[in-house]
């Protein structure tokens, strides 16, 4: 019995760094197309590109533990609050942004 999905990937975790992404706008219907299961996404690494902010749409990924977005271009907090609805997340790099130039912006 062959795949189910064609020839979409079983995988969860996916690798977006040095790509010059200026944002993530479109992410879940990328997954739609390339994994099998993108609810089931639980590590995402888009570093070292030009994202200025952290568009909703990471948020349609419930299971997403680890993220990372260092070497990026963001400059808000409020960017970094809208990840408060990813339940499980547990590992979050930010460093290389303008962000960690802020004092306590790690509380």
């Known amino acids: 019995q062959g795949p189910k999905h064609g020839s979409r990937l079983n995988a969860n ?14 992410l879940d219907k990328a997954m739609f197309h390339v994994l099998d299961d993108p609810q089931e996404l639980v590590w995402l690494d888009a570093s070292c590109n030009q994202i200025q902010s952290i568009d909703d ?4 990924f ?6 990372y977005l260092h070497g990026n271009q963001i400059w808000h907090l409020s960017e970094v609050l809208k990840l408060q609805k ?5 590992k979050l790099t930010l460093h290389g942004n303008q ?7 790690k509380l």
Do not use: D, F, M, W
């Open 99 to 105: 962000i960690a130039e802020q004092k306590n912006y």
């Open 13 to 26: 975790s996916v690798r977006l760094c040095n790509n010059h992404l200026i944002s993530l706008n479109g």
């Open 86 to 90: 990813l339940p499980h997340l547990r």
């Open 62 to 67: 419930p299971n997403l533990q680890v993220l």
């Open 57 to 60: 749409v990471i948020t349609s």
